[in-house]
């Protein structure tokens, strides 16, 4: 391939299967599932919501994994070169997909620095000392960052810059280092840790009183929700985020593995584990949400909360709260960094392995020619005043439409304008465990795209109103 790509030094490989799915299950194991899973989850119905979920994984997730494997193992490039190769001109899904991992490595590295200042602050809980608790505390830490003129009791501007060097110090270590040594190695001991550690979390969350006003909220099924089209809206827009399809991490991921691999399979191992890991999620801070509520004397509906909030402001006071806190805090955000780093690693993946393919680099320089800009972008533009709104943007777009348009735009035209679902299929099936046919052509043509098109019809009248 000469031109516009050209020929890479060495792209890397897993060694196998397994490597693979450690990493794929990396990626998709976020926090997202620790985040947003629960809180969507509760509001979308409660314990009803598991059916619109399960309908989603395997209508729409799963198929839309299989097509990412697919594009990415049958013409073994980056997002850009895999669609290039499928499609002359369909490259531009590549780069848009390129453009949106990036935004997202942004704003992803500086919650892992947040995550790492968070996981000391738990030892002493110093958001006690200040006069309006976690939430005070946190909105100061942040407006530090701003180098806002504010009383503060500690330099908290270094700190989290010593945090952000950190984690991109450890992003581009790994990454460095390759596909398997890198990306699979780091993958295979951050997730079964990451497990250890979370079932510890839960269980120890179990044992809290008012555990069980957290799970009766969080399991008590509203069947009524399913009458209600933006319930199942919420149960793709969550399957989507949460498996990181059309992202181009797994198309790239894909593309590293072995000619003869069971791409099905692996498929499916991947989808449940996501799963079986967010409502385990679920679990554990509902768990901690129910003990928060009864410790205050208020109702389980009025501490939940999600994303920045859950984190950095519901759970330090639960922390102060419970018994022998600080194991919690450092289980929960040690949690957080380990999800959260493993699915970094294959945000930033998307960007190097491009930069790879379209240039011919070897593994080291691209991997320094992206990380170093994404590191110095981010740690200025979080460290003045336009920060923190910024992020909110930044996430709302990502979410809400560049991941929803290009599932969209990349099912349409594999499906309509290239038609090439029939080689897609034969290739899934040549070595797959089991055989797909009729109800994927229907998943990704029919049932994903129109699916997509209303949630991105829903988020403009949503924006305009
Ligand atoms: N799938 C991850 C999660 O559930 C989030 C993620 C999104 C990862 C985008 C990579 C890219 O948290």
Do not use: C, N
């Given at each position: 391939?000469?031109?516009?790509?050209?020929?890479?030094a060495d792209r890397g490989a897993f060694r196998g299967r397994t490597a693979f799915i450690f990493a794929a299950i990396g990626s998709a194991v976020g926090l997202g599932n620790i985040w947003r899973f629960p809180a969507v989850a509760y509001d979308n119905?409660?314990?009803?919501?598991?059916?619109?979920?399960?309908?989603?994984?395997?209508?729409?997730?799963?198929?839309?994994?299989?097509?990412?494997?697919?594009?990415?193992?049958?013409?073994?490039?980056?997002?850009?070169?895999?669609?290039?190769?499928?499609?002359?001109?369909?490259?531009f899904i590549g780069w848009w997909q390129v453009l949106i991992t990036l935004i997202i490595a942004l704003y992803y590295a500086l919650i892992l620095a947040w995550a790492l200042n968070y996981?000391?602050?738990?030892?002493?809980?110093?958001?006690?000392?200040?006069?309006?608790?976690?939430?005070?505390?946190?909105?100061?830490?942040?407006?530090?960052?701003?180098?806002?003129?504010?009383?503060?009791s500690f330099d908290y501007v270094p700190t989290v810059l010593i945090s952000m060097l950190i984690v991109w110090v450890a992003v581009i270590v790994v990454m460095a280092?390759?596909?398997?040594?890198?990306?699979?190695?780091?993958?295979?001991?951050?997730?079964?840790?990451?497990?250890?550690?979370?079932?510890?979390?839960?269980?120890?969350?179990?044992?809290?009183?008012?555990?069980f006003d957290g799970l009766d909220a969080f399991f008590r099924p509203n069947w009524g929700a399913l009458l209600n089209p933006s319930v199942w809206i919420a149960a793709y827009g969550q399957i989507f985020f949460s498996l990181s399809v059309a992202f181009g991490i797994m198309l790239t991921y894909s593309s590293y593995l072995k000619k003869k691999t069971d791409l099905t399979g692996s498929g499916l191992v991947v989808g449940f584990a996501n799963s079986s890991f967010?409502?385990?999620?679920?679990?554990g801070v509902?768990?901690?949400?129910?003990?928060?509520?009864?410790?205050?004397?208020?109702?389980v509906d009025e501490v939940v909360s999600a994303g920045i909030g859950l984190a950095f402001i519901a759970f330090p006071t639960i922390i102060s709260e419970a018994p022998a806190g600080a194991l919690i805090g450092v289980l929960f955000f040690g949690s957080l960094i380990l999800a959260g780093f493993t699915s970094l690693i294959s945000i930033v993946e998307v960007v190097i392995a491009a930069v790879q393919d379209k240039f011919g680099l070897g593994r080291v320089s691209s991997t320094l020619w992206v990380c170093v800009p994404i590191a110095v972008v981010s740690t200025v533009l979080f460290s003045t005043t336009m920060g923190l709104p910024l992020l909110d943007v930044m996430d709302k777009w990502v979410n809400e439409y560049g991941i929803v348009a290009a599932a969209l735009v990349s099912s349409l035209i594999v499906a309509y304008v290239v038609r090439g679902m029939p080689t897609l299929r034969d290739h899934l099936n040549f070595r797959g465990t089991f055989h797909i046919g009729r109800w994927w052509y229907a998943c990704v043509a029919i049932i994903a795209p129109l699916?997509?098109?209303f949630s991105l019809v829903g988020g403009t009248i949503q924006l305009v109103t």
């Open positions: 391939s000469a031109g516009a790509h050209a020929p890479s119905g409660g314990g009803a919501f598991i059916l619109p979920y399960l309908v989603a994984l395997l209508t729409a997730g799963i198929p839309l994994l299989f097509l990412d494997y697919a594009i990415g193992h049958r013409w073994r490039g980056s997002a850009p070169a895999a669609w290039r190769r499928f499609k002359r001109w369909t490259e996981t000391v602050f738990s030892l002493d809980q110093r958001w006690d000392s200040h006069p309006k608790g976690a939430a005070g505390f946190f909105g100061e830490y942040t407006q530090a960052l701003e180098g806002a003129d504010v009383d503060i280092l390759g596909v398997q040594k890198g990306i699979a190695g780091a993958s295979t001991i951050f997730i079964p840790l990451l497990v250890i550690m979370f079932v510890i979390l839960v269980i120890r969350s179990l044992f809290l009183p008012g555990a967010e409502i385990l999620a679920g679990i509902f768990s901690a949400l129910g003990f928060m509520a009864q410790a205050q004397g208020v109702r699916v997509l098109a």
